[in-house]
């Protein structure tokens, strides 16, 4: 990696950093202040703080009137999320490589069906999801929300690790077979391994698209004990009777702060959705 | 273990690829399925490795019926073309992994792992990663996997194609030893007629989907059955002629005439071709030859010469290196018609 930065520039670098750097100094300043605003108080139309203060971050530790409590909402985030992502990485790693390699019947129609249904923007289903889950008694619950975001993921995820099983040489798994391993076992201990670089990145995108979702708990899981984050910060921002900015700006900079954490140390598998291919 | 194939076919959809196909490889024996690409000699490997399903006829392992049988159950060691290493694995993980879906204990697959490493000189790489190793290594820790649990029969897939030219020579050489050594019965698919004549017992030719002659290699040299077989065999290659039988005799170019006792019966106006090996025709033979030296090629040991004849046709020769020859002289060498092989019209050899 260092050596990369160090070799091929033909060019100075210092114009390029200037360059972006005064371009992303907006976003940096919004950041900045995003952080600095949720920490002290500035006189009304300053820009310049003028006191120190934790009141903002007090919902930590204080249950606001009429709101959940924020540890609880955080560990409804965390089972909507985790189980997203287990269940998009289990089905998707299997059905992908059904696809892929075995000889299914209308094995073609599965895989322009799962297409058609990735077209499909959930908003437009969001209706009729909420007719179904009402009816068999699921509304306002994490186990029904959890089940219509990981439907909806899911074909993405099929479709991106039938293109990464493909790209395993057939020869493999004739070799596996011939060496007298059962097809789940090739599967599991000669094919995925192969393809682990594409595992992580899809469980990272599903679990920032999980931790990222409002609109399906919104709708469909509302209540005050499934409550996730997300709908938790909206309802800060549609309460006009206790209207506190600064509280938002601080609730965001707690929600964001478990992404930027994974995007530190997991970036460079994210980057791997996009590239494609076998490494290694 | 002898392996039988009794009148095996195999179709893909509508496309038929081998047409009822009989043979037999005694046990022991190393036989090369020899053909250019496309003739089905891969599709017959996999079949009996039980990769394929035969669409009809039978696959036998000694007395044992395995036609129906899927490959996880027949004893079968293959070494692939790209050799299918498995890459996340170490040498020794990879050399063990047919013991290791047997569930045997880990201290023992590593045991064994190790005494075929060291029958292919491999012992001192146990804990590398396929990606760590060159082509020879990898070919060898593929021969080692596929010998570890000492099947009925190891096929080899084209196992040279991807090695560069003296590792190829040192890997036949080996792959032979091995074999010798092991006494196992052996199946090798190659479309290099070199590695099949040096490496096997037993060659069988194969053209379109039918083994069109199999025998030893220098009798298949010698005596091939068809022009196809003569062409195929033979590095530098034959050079044939073309020409038509006159009283007995074979008639080319300039009125040259050859007799031979195998036209005695063949009517005269016959258009036949004559196979000309490029070592009978030069320094010795009966028959005097003109033309032009079109190219010539020094191989170190031996020069290769093309001769034009006057009607255009051209013959090869090899001789031992000679530097009054150059290309664009007049030569006049002598062709041994004892030695020349005469095919009918139809390819057929007479």
């Known amino acids: ?78 089972v909507f999320t985790s189980v997203i992502t287990t269940v998009i990485l289990l089905v998707s790693s299997m059905a992908g490589y059904v696809l892929s390699r075995l000889n299914v019947p209308a094995r073609g129609f599965f895989l322009a069906g799962v297409m058609v249904l990735h077209a499909f923007p959930s908003v437009t289903l969001i209706i009729a999801i909420f007719i179904v889950l009402q009816y068999i008694g699921l509304y306002n619950s994490l186990l029904g929300v959890i ?63 999980g931790w990222s979702e409002f609109i399906l708990p919104q709708v469909l899981a509302p209540g005050a004990q499934v409550q996730v984050l997300s709908v938790y910060l909206a309802s800060l921002i549609a309460d006009d009777n206790n209207f506190d900015f600064a509280t938002f700006k601080a609730v965001g900079v707690f929600y964001v702060i478990p992404v930027l954490i994974l995007y530190v140390f997991f970036q460079k598998h994210l980057m791997n959705i996009y590239g494609g291919g076998t490494k290694g | 273990m002898r392996i039988l194939l009794d009148k095996f076919s195999k179709s893909f959809g509508s496309t038929k690829v081998i047409e009822e196909m009989d043979l037999e490889v005694g046990s022991g ?15 017959t490997l996999f079949a009996i490795c039980g990769i394929h399903r035969p669409t009809s006829g039978r696959i036998l392992f000694g007395d044992r019926d395995v036609t129906g049988l899927p490959s996880q159950e027949r004893n079968v060691g293959v070494v692939f073309q790209s050799y299918a290493l498995y890459p996340h694995m170490t040498v020794a993980e990879n050399i063990g992994f047919p013991l290791t879906v047997r569930r045997m204990a880990a201290a023992n697959i590593r045991k064994e792992a190790a005494e075929i490493a060291a029958l292919v000189h491999i012992d001192n790489l146990l804990d590398r990663r396929p990606a760590q190793l060159s082509g020879g290594q990898q070919q060898r820790v593929a021969l080692a996997r596929a010998l570890i649990r000492r ?61 069109v002659q199999i025998s030893t290699p220098s009798e298949m040299y010698n005596d091939p059955r068809t022009a196809f077989v003569a062409g195929f065999l033979g590095n530098p290659p034959i050079s044939f002629l ?38 009978h025709f030069g320094t010795s033979g009966d028959v005097q030859v003109e033309g032009k030296v079109a190219f010539a090629e020094t191989q170190g040991r031996e020069n290769l010469y093309d001769v034009v004849l006057p009607d255009r046709s051209v013959l090869r020769s090899i001789q031992p290196v000679r530097n009054d020859v150059a290309v664009g002289d007049p030569v006049c060498w002598s062709l041994d018609s004892k030695a020349a092989l005469v095919f009918a019209e139809d390819g057929r050899r007479l």
């Open chain 2, 151 to 211: 099947p009925d029969v190891l096929l080899l897939d084209e196992p040279l194609a991807n090695l560069d030219a003296k590792l190829r020579l040192e890997m036949r050489s080996e792959i032979r030893r091995l074999q010798k050594e092991t006494g196992i019965t052996a199946i090798l698919v190659t479309h290099d007629q070199v590695e099949a004549m040096s490496m096997c017992d037993r060659i069988a030719i194969m053209k379109a989907g039918e083994i």
């Open chain 1, 147 to 209: 089940l219509v975001k990981a439907a909806i993921d899911l074909p993405l995820g099929i479709w991106l690790m039938k293109g990464f099983y493909d790209t395993v040489p057939w020869e493999i798994e004739m070799a596996g077979v011939v060496d007298g391993a059962s097809r789940f076992t090739v599967w599991r201990r000669l094919v995925l391994p192969q393809i682990r670089p594409a595992v992580m990145a899809l469980g990272l995108f599903s679990f920032l698209s």
């Open chain 1, 1 to 78: 990696m260092v050596e990369k930065t160090r070799v091929s520039a033909n060019f100075s670098s210092v114009p390029v950093i200037l360059a972006l750097g005064l371009l992303s100094l907006p976003l940096v300043l919004m950041y900045v202040y995003l952080f600095i605003d949720t920490v002290s108080n500035s006189e009304t139309g300053s820009l310049i703080p003028n006191e120190f203060t934790l009141e903002h971050w007090s919902f930590l530790w204080e249950t606001k009137p009429g709101k959940p409590n924020i540890w609880l909402v955080t560990l409804n985030t965390f």
């Open chain 2, 242 to 279: 073309k020409g038509m039988a006159e009283g007995g005799a074979f008639v080319f170019g300039n009125s040259i005439r050859l007799m031979l006792p195998a036209l005695a019966a063949i009517p005269d106006g016959a258009v036949l071709t004559l196979g000309v090996r490029p070592e």
């Open chain 2, 29 to 43: 024996e190393m036989l090369a399925l020899l053909g250019p690409s496309g003739c089905g000699k891969s599709t």
